[in-house]
């Protein structure tokens, strides 16, 4: 099941069912909801993408940041290490996951500029985007939206994997998977693109948010079979054996990163593993996602807590109220 494409429809089926967020969380929510349904996957788009080998784009080192590190050559080796595993891993994969088109294709973020100028021809794009995206909000006061002084612009950082459709001049979004800020993890790249491919299909199927929704309810009855994954760096401090257990009644362990990038890397049906999907900087999702299909398996709703500082300032970002809904979608 699509995580992305599910997922807005989860949170306008949640929000009806619960009034749990207040009221700026939900605001922050469907601004990125927002975000999240530009391009929409448009029929003509996601039939140029089924028509032609997806052009999955790897990254360069860039000149300014190069420079900028020069003289931190243990920050430059890294910078310059994490450009060749994200690299290596997309080569690695990409050619493995995607079935939705005849075949994929290997470009440099130096070749987008000529694939957007290419003449008569249209191709669908996967790429990393990681930018900053500006929101202009408005605030009740006299003169309302007229008024200069009811206005005010805000940021925030954005990580995702995009699947565009590029070229004529133009391009467009189809749909893309946002992740949690840091490292691009195998799991991360192999989530998603099972992702991309389900919301693509679902789209050009004609697919309802109904069918979605029943889909993932019955995806989360297979989450009670499997053995739930949970990062221990992701873990609420202070939580023991016995409080999980309290809440969460099926097995589970607490593992290094290792082990879940392993068990989602070689498919292994006996797992399942929580992932952690932004919605924006300050709010986070938490799923449960079978390591052998990549299908959600279960949600718990979104937590406040500061992405970049939430592990040091909050001692990590798994709760006994997540693993409480985790038991619940999954019948306890």
């Excluded at 799923?287 to 406040?304: E, F």
Aim: charged share 25%.
């Amino acid at each position: 099941m699509c995580l992305s494409c599910g997922f807005i429809h989860l949170f306008s089926f949640y929000m009806k069912a619960k009034f749990l967020l207040p009221l700026v969380a939900a605001a922050s929510l469907y601004s990125s909801v927002a975000f999240a349904q530009l391009g929409l996957g448009k029929p003509k788009d996601i039939a140029i993408v089924k028509s032609h080998p997806l052009v999955v784009i790897l990254k360069d080192e860039d000149p300014k940041t190069l420079k900028k590190l020069t003289k931190k050559p243990e920050e430059l080796a890294e910078y310059k290490a994490s450009i060749a595993d994200y690299n290596r891993q997309m080569q690695e994969l990409a050619p493995k996951l995607w079935k939705f088109s005849s075949a994929v294709e290997f470009k440099h973020e130096s070749d987008l500029e000529a694939l957007r100028k290419t003449k008569d021809t249209k191709v669908g794009v996967l790429k990393h985007a990681d930018f900053i995206l500006g929101h202009h909000h408005y605030s009740a006061g006299p003169g309302g939206m007229s008024n200069p002084m009811n206005s005010y612009y805000s940021s925030e950082h954005i990580s995702a994997l995009v699947l565009q459709v590029v070229g004529d001049g133009d391009e467009s979004k189809v749909w893309h998977v946002q992740l949690a800020p840091g490292p691009i993890y195998t799991s991360d790249i192999i989530f998603s693109i099972a992702s991309l491919q389900t919301y693509i299909q679902s789209r050009a199927d004609g697919r309802k948010g109904k069918e979605m929704r029943e889909e993932i309810a019955e995806n989360s009855k297979r989450l009670p079979t499997k053995t739930l994954l949970i990062d221990e760096e992701d873990l609420k401090r202070g939580l023991t054996t016995a409080d999980i257990k309290l809440v969460y009644p099926f097995p589970y362990q607490v593992v290094p990163r290792s082990t879940i990038e392993t068990a989602a890397a070689s498919y292994d049906s006996h797992y399942a593993y929580i992932r952690l999907m932004p919605i924006n900087e300050r709010m986070m999702v938490q799923v449960a996602v079978d390591a052998a299909t990549s299908d959600l398996m279960g949600y718990s709703l979104p937590s406040m807590v500061p992405m970049v500082g939430s592990l040091i300032a909050n001692g990590g970002s798994v709760t006994k109220g997540n693993l409480k809904d985790f038991a619940k979608v999954g019948g306890k």
